[in-house]
C-alpha cells in the first residue's frame, strides 16, 4: 500500500461542472457551503471555457467561483479539478492562487491537466490542441508556478515561457506550498510520471459515446492499484501525496457503498471524490447526494 494511507484518514469531497445548472456563481457557492454542512471534506470545480462543441449552455469563471466559494465556508478544501494549464498565462495563475489561498486561509488544492477535449477548448480559440506541445506547457508553466509562489528572485526561461527576475509576493499560506495534484487519464503513462513529482494524483475514465453523453464510470480497482504503484515507485520525496479518485456511490450509507470506498482506500486512496454532473442525474437528485453526507467507512 503506498505511504500516503499510512496516517491519514481517508477525505471526501464533491466535484461539479461551472456550466448548465451549475452555471450560477452564486448557486455554486450556496452548493459549496451545503456540503461543508453535510460534512464533505472537499468542493472541487471544473475549468471549462467551452466544455464542447454543440453546448450552448451557460458557463461560469470556476476562478471567480472559487472565490466566492473561499468566502462561503470556512473549512472545506477547495480547487480546480483540473485546470487546463496550457490555455493559461502561469505568472497569472501563481497570483490568482496565493490571492485564492490567503482568502481561504490556507484550504486551496490546485489541479492541472492537459484538458479537455483539444477543439473546443484550445482550436477553438486559436490555441494549440496538439497533446505534446500541451504537455510541454504544462510542465514549464508547473515549474514558472513553483517558482514564483517561493517568494524570492525568479527566472525562467523555456519553449513557451519566460520569466526575468521576478519577485512575488505575498507566498502562500500553506508550507512548502500550495499542493497540486495532476489529473490523467489511466493507462496513459506521461500524466502520471508528472503527478509523481507533485502532491497528489486524480485518475479519471470517462467514455464519449457516439450519442455524445458522457457514461459515469470509475477506473476499476485493479487498474487503480497499478496506477497508485506507478506513481508511488516514481516518487522521490518522502512527503505526503494524495491518491485521489472521481467516484460514484449510492448514498444510502449502505454496505455497498462503504464496501466500494473501502475496496479503493485498500489500495492507497485517500481522497474520494464524488463527481455530481447532469450525465448523472438533475440538480435537484445531485444536490440531495450532497446533502445525504459523504460515503464515509
Not at 487546463?84 to 497569472?92: E, G, I, N
Not at 490568482?96 to 477535449?117: A, F, K
Request: with cysteine; hydrophobic share 40%.
Amino acid at each position: 500500500m503506498p505511504e500516503s494511507r499510512l496516517n491519514r484518514p481517508l477525505k471526501y469531497a464533491v466535484s461539479v461542472p461551472p456550466h448548465g445548472d451549475y452555471g450560477d456563481p452564486r448557486f455554486l457557492a450556496t452548493l459549496a457551503k451545503e456540503a461543508e454542512d453535510a460534512g464533505w471534506d472537499g468542493f472541487f470545480l471544473w475549468d471549462h471555457l467551452a466544455f464542447m462543441r454543440g453546448f450552448d449552455g451557460p458557463i461560469v469563471d470556476p476562478w471567480i467561483s472559487l472565490a466566492a466559494i473561499a468566502a462561503s465556508t470556512t473549512r472545506i478544501r477547495l480547487g480546480p479539478m483540473v485546470t487546463p494549464l496550457a490555455r493559461r498565462r502561469p505568472w497569472k495563475v501563481a497570483r490568482e492562487t496565493v490571492t485564492l489561498d490567503h482568502l481561504s486561509q490556507g484550504r486551496l488544492i490546485l489541479g492541472v491537466g492537459l484538458g479537455y477535449p483539444a477543439d473546443s477548448e484550445f482550436e477553438d480559440f486559436g490555441e494549440d490542441g496538439d497533446e505534446r506541445v500541451r504537455a510541454e506547457k504544462l510542465d514549464e508553466a508547473l515549474d514558472v508556478i513553483e517558482g514564483l509562489w517561493s517568494g524570492k528572485p525568479f527566472s525562467y526561461a523555456g519553449r513557451h515561457f519566460q520569466v526575468r527576475d521576478c519577485t512575488f509576493l505575498p507566498r502562500p499560506v500553506q508550507e512548502p506550498r500550495i499542493p497540486i495534484w495532476v489529473g490523467g487519464y489511466w493507462p496513459n503513462r506521461p500524466p502520471f510520471r508528472r503527478a509523481a513529482r507533485w502532491d497528489g494524483v486524480l485518475p479519471g475514465r470517462l467514455s464519449l459515446e457516439r450519442r455524445r453523453a458522457w457514461t459515469p464510470t470509475m477506473i476499476p480497482v485493479d487498474q487503480y492499484r497499478e496506477m497508485a504503484s506507478f506513481v508511488s515507485d516514481r516518487r522521490t520525496s518522502d512527503a505526503h501525496f494524495d491518491f485521489a479518485i472521481g467516484g460514484y456511490s449510492d448514498g444510502d450509507g449502505g454496505p455497498a457503498d462503504r464496501d466500494r470506498v473501502k475496496t479503493y482506500a485498500d489500495a492507497g486512496l485517500t481522497w474520494w471524490v464524488e463527481n455530481l454532473h447532469g450525465f448523472r442525474g438533475d440538480l435537484s437528485q445531485m444536490r440531495g447526494r450532497i446533502a445525504l453526507g459523504p460515503p464515509r467507512l
